[in-house]
């Protein structure tokens, strides 16, 4: 069966950090570009940061820049969100996605299979 699946989310005090994994099954992730996405609660669900197969370029939502970081261990099928200085707006459910499209400017669209499970990530005192 071919399925990424997210995990890594929990329960974080404002200011802390988790990171979070994508991991594949069944296929290989290396030649893909793979997105992370979160939904919160009453909102659409946005682009939050993308990284080509390679590794070698990446995009940031402006509001998470600075604070997280994408990563590929192309050898363990796997790919991070590395999320530091987490705020209260960062509580969604974070889903990772293949992607045919990708863009420094806007991210990555055009989406590759269907959406996983996601894993929820709440940052609150």
């Known amino acids: 069966q071919l399925q990424l699946v997210e995990s890594g989310g929990g329960l974080v005090q404002p200011g802390g950090s988790l990171t979070l994994s994508c991991t594949a099954s069944?296929?290989?992730?290396?030649?893909?570009?793979v997105g992370w996405f979160r939904q919160a609660p009453g909102k659409e669900r946005e682009v939050v940061s993308c990284?080509?197969?390679?590794?070698?370029?990446?995009y940031y939502k402006d509001s998470v820049k600075g604070r997280f970081t994408i990563s590929r261990d192309n050898a363990k099928n796997t790919v991070y969100l590395q999320m530091h200085g987490l705020k209260p707006e960062d509580t969604a459910v974070y889903y990772c996605?293949?992607?045919?499209?990708?863009?420094?400017?806007?991210?990555?669209?055009?989406?590759?299979?269907?959406w996983g499970q996601g894993t929820q990530v709440t940052v609150s005192s």
């Open positions: 990284i080509t197969g390679r590794g070698s370029n990446t």
């Open positions: 069944g296929f290989t992730l290396n030649y893909y570009v």
């Open positions: 996605a293949r992607t045919t499209a990708f863009s420094v400017v806007g991210g990555c669209s055009q989406l590759i299979g269907a």
